[in-house]
């Protein structure tokens, strides 16, 4: 169990949050915006803060989103937490964006992919089965990818490369109850920083010379 009251942040998609509090209660709060991050994030934390009658002060950690996802949004998310915690000091919590996407697949009998569409003929990808991460998340060429037994997957964006014999998994979740179970599953001596980095749709050009 994760340390509590812990605050939760993801904005690999528009910008979803909850709050976990130790009476097992939690609040949570998504904007479908692409740009809302910038201009809202901040307040929606508040808010969850406020619904909740407690202060920054009272948190015991946070948990971030790091990606894969968009440039701006992890970004954003990564340095507001960043500023929150500077004086608080309290631990950060990374989270992959691929398995809360998996979440909200719901209750899927058999092993399945959670993709995003990386541009520049790349995917990130993750294989998940019974809840768990099975195939840890990677960065493909999507001819590589195409070279593994079609399988069923999910994604939030839209894939841009034609998957034959591939089955796409509806979303059974919003984004927020899956975030929620993804903060449940957290372990206190789980590894944490005061801060943490994004990891970006698009790997740099550094990353991609070395493949």
């Known amino acids: 169990m994760s340390p509590q009251p812990m605050l939760a ?8 949050a909850c709050l976990l509090l130790e009476d097992g209660r939690v609040h ?9 991050h910038s201009r809202e994030l901040l307040p929606i934390l508040q808010r969850l803060l406020h619904d909740a009658q407690i202060t920054w002060q ?17 970004r954003v998310a990564c340095a507001t ?5 500077a004086s608080l000091k309290k631990p950060v919590y990374s989270l992959s964006s691929l398995a809360i ?3 909200q697949a719901g209750d899927v009998d058999s092993s399945f992919w959670a993709i995003e569409d990386a541009r520049s003929g790349l995917v990130y990808a993750a294989k998940f089965s019974e809840g768990q991460c099975v195939v840890p998340p990677q960065c ?10 079609p399988a069923q997957y999910i994604a939030l964006s839209d894939i841009t490369v034609d998957l034959p014999h591939w089955k796409a998994l509806p979303l059974q ?6 975030l929620v179970v993804e903060v449940r599953k957290l372990q206190p001596d789980s590894n944490f920083k005061m801060w943490v980095e994004p990891l970006y749709l698009q790997p740099s050009q550094a990353e991609k010379n070395l493949k």
């Open 9 to 16: 942040l993801d904005t690999a998609v528009g910008a979803s």
């Open 28 to 36: 949570a709060l998504s904007v479908d915006s692409p740009r809302a």
């Open 58 to 74: 009272d948190l015991q950690g946070f948990a971030v989103g790091t990606g894969p996802g968009s440039f701006t949004g992890l």
């Open 81 to 85: 937490i960043a500023g929150i915690n």
């Open 101 to 103: 996407t998996a979440r």
């Open 140 to 149: 493909l060429t999507w001819e590589a990818f195409l070279q593994l037994p």
């Open 173 to 178: 979740q919003t984004r927020e109850q899956a």
